[in-house]
């Protein structure tokens, strides 16, 4: 996910800059990355839940597997051979998927301190 361009924010892999010069484009930036912050939110959200349906696929799967290997017999043995030509679908990337969702958390993380330090500014 590409995260859409901020007038006064950008974000480098999991860090935000912020770049302002006056009181109200800090107040304007704080919008924007509350915004941003909603945004990213939904997208964790979703993440989640692909995470937790790749779970159940990957537990299915090896309850499959596990069923299968305790089967004995000749009709089990031709199951099992048959099944080795057949190309099967590519389990999901559960690492990849819990990287995704890391990173998520870190830049919502660095949103949030961005959005403390402005306010900060703006009181002081």
């Given at each position: 996910?590409?995260?859409?361009?901020?007038?006064?924010?950008?974000?480098?892999?999991?860090?935000?800059?912020?770049e302002?010069?006056?009181?109200?484009?800090?107040?304007?930036?704080?919008?924007?990355?509350?915004?941003?912050?909603?945004?990213l939110?939904?997208?964790k959200?979703?993440?989640?839940?692909?995470?937790?349906?790749?779970?159940?696929?990957?537990?299915?799967?090896?309850d499959?597997?596990?069923?299968?290997?305790?089967?004995?017999?000749?009709?089990?043995?031709?199951?099992?051979?048959?099944?080795?030509?057949?190309?099967?679908?590519?389990?999901?990337?559960?690492?990849?998927?819990?990287?995704?969702?890391?990173?998520?958390?870190?830049?919502?993380?660095?949103?949030?301190?961005?959005?403390?330090?402005?306010?900060?500014?703006?009181?002081?």
């Amino acid at each position: 996910m590409q995260p859409r361009e901020m007038r006064f924010a950008r974000i480098d892999g999991t860090e935000v800059l912020v770049e302002v010069k006056s009181a109200t484009e800090a107040k304007a930036a704080i919008k924007e990355l509350r915004h941003k912050k909603k945004e990213l939110a939904l997208l964790k959200r979703r993440i989640t839940s692909q995470e937790l349906r790749a779970r159940r696929t990957v537990a299915r799967a090896e309850d499959a597997a596990r069923r299968e290997a305790r089967r004995r017999g000749l009709f089990a043995a031709l199951r099992r051979i048959s099944r080795v030509f057949i190309r099967k679908k590519a389990l999901p990337d559960l690492n990849g998927i819990r990287r995704d969702l890391e990173k998520t958390e870190e830049i919502l993380h660095n949103i949030e301190s961005c959005i403390i330090q402005l306010e900060g500014r703006l009181l002081g």
